[in-house]
Each structure stands twice: as structure tokens, then as C-alpha cells.
């Protein structure tokens, strides 16, 4: 909200929210549009400029002019019901936002109609049929919203989709694809997730690639979940992830998804007709082979292991039906396998979880490798614990969906230990070889 003075300045100029204006300032001269001030001090008014960034400028110091009223925002029609070869489903995130500038609100483009006006290709792509299950921030996702999203892909394919678009905010993005990867198995269709790191407004977006280039996924002869997002800095083509095997590694580059310890399934490009394969990916599965397992546990945690960690640390997660270790190098913890009077071993209390019913799981800091618990004393002190992941090169993400589905379908130990160590939905690569980096 702006102070006082400024809005009675603004009303007495005949101006609003969302109008584009001429400011001349020490700084020089911006011409955007004037934006709602959400928070901070009162007394700057802040301004979209035409490159989709915002500017703050002091209201002592300039002078504004009227250059053209805002058009009221056109309301959509409702979505008509109709059936489409491929299922757009919206769960959130900026890839088709739309920004009120009245408000400041970013609200969802979702109706087909508003896909549309997003992405004006969209029709020459395939016929296409949309919903929205929820609008989020992608860190808000749970382990609800998952199973949401599977049963409403389930629903999709019974009604006859191709394939499956899932728009939804990368930050967990990662958690949900691998989430969906064991719990929707033997699939008959594509099902891909998209995202957007730019927003819509921004000239240098990358929306429109993304959502074009996994329509373009969604249409072909693929039986597994996967990640379409931008494959470099420029707009030339996108990568097509594994599911189990992507991870975000940025915080904002349109680069940020990178495929780890594989090769992705391809890179794409809608433009020139592009799939170039670049990893073996499971090809679509007989529709009756299809089923659908949203049994899951949600009650796992996710612990750094760290210089200076307590064993009172690992003690307080007896509440939790199982825990994933993010250890260090290949698979390690503080377990002081010398004897030093000043180290504080966390392996007494890792036992104490195993030997009380609570499966832990191993998984790497370094993200990319093969967990490898045999090499030095400290992962053999760790095995013999019991602590699972010998041999793994999943990521701790995903170890963490996996460890909640399967705790979903048992608490027996033994059982916990086969199933996490059995390649689900590869998650667990046969082999490692040397790879380029994707």
C-alpha cells in the first residue's frame, strides 16, 4: 500500500494501479506500468518496466505522466467439459501464470481458452483438454497433493488421454516426478511434468518452450514420468528426464534441471520435430497392465549428516516411521571408527532406530556417484547396523519418495530393505559409466 501522499497525488492525476506511466527522475526517464505496492516503505513507487523487471523510485524525487489507462481484464468464459488426446493438469507454479497488475495477484491460466492466449501454438500441437487440481507454491506440496495428482492421471487415461501434462513450480518438482515414477506403474501414456523458472511477464521466459516441447513428450511412445525443461541458457531445445533422475540444481538458471547418475530420455524440440534419444526409457504399457498404488507414508524424515551432529539428533526421530540419511562421500556418518575420545558417533543412535523397527536409508551429499558403504570402515560400521543403500545411486529426494511408497506397502524390515534396493522405477542404475553431464 502506498502512503497517503502519494495516493492522493495519484488520484488527482487521474491515475491507477496497473496504468502505464512516464517517470522522469535523477536517474533519467522509465516509461511501465505503475504497480501495487505489496510491501516496504510507502514512499516508493515502484514500476514495471517493458524488460518485465520492477523498478523502485523515490516519490520526492520525480515527476509522472499519464501515458495510457489500463484495460480492464477480460474475463474468460468457463471452461467448456470436452475430451482431448492430451490432459493438461494444473498444480501451480509460474510456467502459465498469469499477473493481474490491478492486484499484483498472480492467478492461473488454466481453461483452455486461457492456454490459448499463453501459448498460441498450443492448437497445432494436439486437442487438448484441461483441468486445474490446485494452485501452489511447489514447496507447499505434499504427499496428499500426490496422490491427487495420480488418481486424477489415472482418471485421465480411463477417459481415453494420450498423454499427460502436469504444470506445476520446480522448487520440489523433483520430489513429485519421482513421487508419481512408484506410483503410477506399467503406464500406458507419457506422463510428463513442466515448469517455467522466468515468469510469463518476463521477456526472458522460457514457458512457452517448456510447455510446447512436453505436449510434443506427452504424444509419444513413452511409459514412464518425466521432467521437459530447458536444456541450456538459450531457447534451441529442451531435455526430456527421467523421472527418478532429475534434480534441480539451480536456484533461477532456465538450465536449472539436470539429469543425475543417467543420461535423459532425449533432447527435444517441437520446432524441427527433434527426439533424439539419449537414454533406454520404458516404452508404453499395455492399458490393462496399468495400475495405480498411492499407498504411502508420509512420516519419513530427511537428515543432513553434519560436522558437530549430535547423537541426541538422531535419537529425537524415533516419532517417524523411517528416516534417509544424507551422508557424505560414499556413504558415510559420524561413527568414529578410531576410537577418538573428542568425536560424538551417531552410530549408537542409528542402530537404536533400526534395532526399534525404523528402516534408515542411505543416500549421498554429493549427488552425483554410486553409494559404495563397503570401501572404508566407517559405511561397514554403517551396513552392519543396518543401515539400507549399498550400491544405490539414487538421489536423497529420491530416496525419500521411495522410502515413504514403500513404507506404504509394509513395515516389515526385511520386506523394506528387499523393496528399496529392487529398481522400481529406475531410480537404481544397473551400472555407472562415465557420462557427459545433462
Not at 511501465?32 to 514500476?47: A, K, N, S, T, Y
Not at 510434443?216 to 531445445?237: F, L, P, Q, R, T
Not at 497392465?289 to 541426541?312: G, Q, R, S
Not at 544424507?326 to 543412535?349: C, E, F, M, R, Y
Request: hydrophobic share 35%; charged share 25%.
Amino acid at each position: 500500500m502506498y502512503s497517503s501522499k502519494i495516493e492522493s497525488f495519484l488520484k488527482k492525476k487521474g491515475i491507477t494501479v496497473g496504468d502505464r506511466i512516464e517517470v522522469k527522475s535523477g536517474k533519467g526517464t522509465f516509461e511501465g506500468l505503475l504497480m501495487p505496492r505489496i510491501q516496504g516503505e510507502e514512499d516508493i513507487l515502484v514500476l514495471k518496466l517493458d524488460n518485465g523487471y520492477n523498478i523502485g523510485l523515490k516519490f520526492e524525487e520525480i515527476d509522472i505522466k499519464l501515458i495510457e489507462k489500463a484495460k480492464p481484464r477480460k474475463k474468460m468464459p468457463e471452461a467448456k467439459e470436452e475430451k482431448g488426446e492430451i490432459t493438461i493438469l494444473g498444480c501451480g507454479g509460474t510456467i502459465a501464470s498469469k499477473i493481474d497488475y490491478k492486484t499484483g495477484a498472480v492467478y492461473p491460466a488454466i481453461t483452455p481458452e486461457e492456454l490459448r492466449m499463453t501459448f498460441p501454438e498450443i492448437d497445432k500441437m494436439a486437442k487438448i483438454r484441461s483441468k486445474s487440481l490446485f494452485s501452489l507454491l511447489s514447496e507447499n506440496m505434499n504427499a496428499e497433493h500426490w496422490k491427487i495428482i495420480a488418481k486424477t492421471i489415472s482418471d485421465e487415461i480411463k477417459d481415453g488421454a494420450r498423454g499427460v501434462v502436469i504444470m506445476h513450480g520446480t522448487d520440489t518438482m523433483h520430489y513429485t516426478s519421482s513421487a508419481l515414477s512408484f506410483m503410477l506403474q506399467n503406464l500406458p501414456v507419457p506422463v510428463v511434468l513442466v515448469g517455467a523458472q522466468r515468469s510469463s511477464d518476463r521477456p526472458s521466459s522460457e514457458n512457452e518452450m517448456n510447455m510446447m516441447n512436453a505436449i510434443y513428450c506427452a504424444k509419444k511412445d513413452i511409459g514412464e514420468v518425466g521432467v521437459c525443461m530447458h536444456a541450456s541458457m538459450n531457447d534451441d531445445y529442451c531435455y526430456l528426464h527421467h523421472g527418478t533422475k532429475v534434480r534441480k540444481m539451480h536456484t533461477s538458471r532456465r538450465d536449472a534441471f539436470r539429469s543425475i547418475n543417467s543420461a535423459p530420455i532425449a533432447a527435444v524440440n517441437y520446432r524441427n520435430d527433434m527426439f533424439e534419444v539419449l537414454s533406454e526409457y520404458r516404452k508404453s504399457s499395455p492399458k490393462e497392465n496399468f495400475k495405480v498404488n498411492t499407498k504411502i507414508n508420509d512420516n519419513v524424515a530427511l537428515i543432513y549428516t553434519h560436522p558437530n551432529m549430535k547423537p541426541e539428533l538422531v535419537e529425537s526421530l524415533g516419532k517417524y516411521d523411517g528416516v534417509v540419511l544424507v551422508g557424505t562421500g560414499l556413504g558415510h556418518a559420524p561413527t568414529n571408527p578410531s576410537n577418538d575420545k573428542i568425536v560424538k558417533p551417531i552410530l549408537p543412535a542409528v542402530k537404536g532406530l533400526i534395532d526399534s523397527g525404523i528402516p534408515v536409508v542411505m543416500s549421498s551429499q554429493t549427488i552425483s556417484g554410486r553409494l559404495c558403504m563397503r570401501v572404508y570402515a566407517a559405511g561397514r560400521m554403517l551396513m552392519n547396523a543396518g543401515v539400507i543403500g549399498d550400491g544405490a545411486d539414487w538421489t536423497p529426494e529420491t530416496a525419500y519418495t521411495k522410502l515413504c511408497w514403500v513404507l506404504g506397502q509394509t513395515k516389515d524390515m526385511k520386506k523394506v530393505e528387499e523393496l528399496m534396493m529392487e529398481n522400481v522405477a529406475g531410480e537404481i542404475s544397473g551400472r555407472s559409466l562415465p557420462m557427459e553431464e545433462y
